[in-house]
């Protein structure tokens, strides 16, 4: 590490897994959740919140997850079930379920079903096998697209989206734009941290012309 004009550098090479990853957590915040559900070929349900998680395209539309494997380099089970079934459902954590998702991160073994453990109810996926979460208000039904092994340690899964289960009172079915204080979504921050989406405002694009021209119409920065 080296300081440089009141900023700390870090050169990666330099840092151990654990302390990357400390750097990472607490830096690149607030991550999205992805409440994944899953189901072993022996028809167990699994259920596990990951934070290494994102959208990456619309056409087609994929979603990605960063799945870490066990410290033996096993697979965890929704790596491994993901790997025999093709499919996964990610659902979306809101503050109604915060407490529940973190009965999910539990390690239990393979065969306990995390979403019975948690007091949740598992509904029968429509595209796929994986199940979604009743109680959540957003479940994407996923085929897996493509698995990349970036280490013995990690890897990244894209799933290609099949069908989205959104509740009804945060989506608009015409107009197919969604109320973020009605779905009141978590994101992931450093440590055992969370944050809620109400801090919200809205910052219009600027236009070329008022890039160039600053002394004109300015764009609008306000609390929403």
Not at 57 to 85: C, H, Q, W
Not at 106 to 132: H, I, K, N, Y
Request: glycine residues 8%; hydrophobic residues 40%.
């Amino acid at each position: 590490m080296t300081s440089q004009a009141g900023y700390h550098a870090f050169d990666f090479s330099d840092l151990s897994a654990r302390e990357a990853y400390k750097v990472m957590i607490g830096t690149i915040v607030p991550r999205p959740i992805a409440w994944v559900t899953t189901i072993s070929e022996d028809g167990v349900v699994n259920a596990a919140p990951y934070s290494f998680f994102n959208c990456l395209s619309a056409d087609p539309p994929i979603l990605a997850l960063g799945v870490e494997n066990k410290p033996d380099r096993s697979f965890k089970d929704t790596a491994y079930n993901i790997r025999m079934t093709n499919c996964f459902t990610v659902n979306i954590v809101d503050r109604a379920n915060v407490e529940a998702m973190s009965v999910t991160a539990v390690d239990f073994a393979s065969e306990v079903d995390e979403l019975q453990m948690a007091g949740l109810t598992a509904v029968p996926g429509e595209r796929v096998a994986s199940p979604r979460i009743s109680e959540a208000p957003v479940a994407f039904e996923c085929e897996r697209y493509l698995g990349i092994a970036v280490s013995s340690a990690r890897e990244i899964i894209l799933g290609r989206i099949v069908r989205a289960h959104i509740r009804e009172d945060i989506i608009d079915p015409n107009t197919f734009y969604s109320d973020h204080e009605k779905l009141d979504a978590l994101g992931r921050m450093g440590g055992n941290g969370y944050a809620g989406t109400f801090d919200y405002f809205d910052l219009r694009t600027p236009s070329i012309d008022d890039v160039l021209n600053p002394g004109g119409k300015q764009a609008q920065v306000g609390n929403s």
